[in-house]
DNA sequence: CTTGACCTTCCAGTAACTGGAAGCCCTATG
DNA sequence: CATAGGGCTTCCAGTTACTGGAAGGTCAAG
C-alpha cells in the first residue's frame, strides 16, 4: 500500500506519516521506485497511532503504548499506569480550564461591548491579583 | 528598575521578559552599563501580559489587548470580541477533553492492571472508530 | 582582588507537526 | 509519443511560547 491509501485509510495526514516513520515509530518498506510500501502491520500501528494521538497521549506515550501493544507478555499494569497519568493530567487540565472559562465568561457578561472605552476586561487585566 | 526587579514584581521570569521585548511587546529602555531599565509602563505591561496570559490568551490576542488598552479611545466591544472568541475556544476545548477524560477513566475502570497481558485500554485502542 | 549574584547576547531545543519547493514516477489521453 | 495530472520523494523552514545553556561583562561586598 502506498502512503496516500494508508493516509486514507488511517485518517491521518501523509505529512504526519513520514514524520512517525522519522521519530522511528513505524518501518515501512520501500518499492524500488522508492515509493514506502505499508504491510497490514504498519496500518495498523498508525491506526492504533492515530486513535492514542486522538485521546491525547502524548507521542512518547504512544512509543510506550505500542511497545506493549505489540509485547504479548506485558502487563496490563503497565498499560493502565500510562492510561491512568494521562487521565490526571487531563483531569486537571480540565479544572484550569474551568476556571479560566468563569473568569472569562464572567468579565464578557459584565462587558457592555459598545463604542465606549469603558471595559472592565481591560480593568480585570489590570487589577486581577496573579495566582 | 532591572530585569530581576521586574521577574519578582510581574511574576513571569526573566527569559520570557527579554522575549517579550524581543517581539515587540515592551520596549524598555537601557542604562549606560547595557542593563535593560524598565520604567512603571513597562512594569503594568508586563503585569497585564503575565495576566492575559494566564487567562490563556494567545500572544497575539495579548498584542491586541494591549494596544487596546493603552489605546484610551478604545471601544470595548473591541476587547469584548476577543475575550468571547477566546472563551468560545475554551469551552470547546473542555468539551474535547471531557470527552477524553469520559473515555479513558471507562478504560482504566475496566482494566485490571495486574501482571496479566489481556488489556482492556490496548484492546480499544486497536477497535475504537476514528471520528 | 576575588567571589557571587546579576546582567548581556546568541544558539539551540522543545512538541508535533505543517507548508512549500524542487524534482522523480506512473498512468492516461490526444 | 509527448505531455499533463496526480502521487511520490527529500529537504528546509516555520509554527507557539518559551526555556536551557554557554560565554562573557558588571557590580557590590568582604
Redesign the interface.
Known amino acids: 500500500m502506498n502512503i496516500g491509501d494508508v493516509s486514507k485509510r488511517a ?1 491521518l495526514p501523509p505529512k504526519t506519516i513520514r514524520y512517525y516513520e522519522d521519530i522511528g515509530l513505524v518501518t515501512p518498506e520501500r518499492a524500488t521506485n522508492g515509493y514506502r510500501s505499508f504491510r497490514k502491520s504498519d496500518m ?1 500501528k498508525l ?2 497511532l ?3 494521538r ?3 497521549f502524548t507521542i512518547e506515550d504512544c512509543r510506550n ?1 505500542l511497545a ?2 505489540v ?7 503497565d ?3 500510562i ?2 497519568e ?2 490526571a493530567q ?2 486537571s ?2 479544572l484550569d ?2 476556571e ?2 468563569d ?3 464572567h ?2 457578561r459584565e ?9 472592565p ?2 480593568k ?3 487589577k ?1 491579583p ?2
Chains 1, 2 share one sequence.
Open positions: 485518517s495498523h491506526a492504533f492515530g486513535r492514542s486522538a485521546l491525547g503504548l506493549l501493544w509485547d504479548q507478555d506485558r502487563a496490563s499494569a498499560v493502565r499506569a492510561a491512568k494521562h487521565l487531563i483531569e487540565k480540565i480550564l474551568q479560566i472559562r473568569t472569562l465568561s468579565l464578557v462587558c457592555s461591548g459598545d463604542e465606549r472605552p469603558d471595559c476586561i481591560l480585570s487585566l489590570e486581577f496573579m495566582k
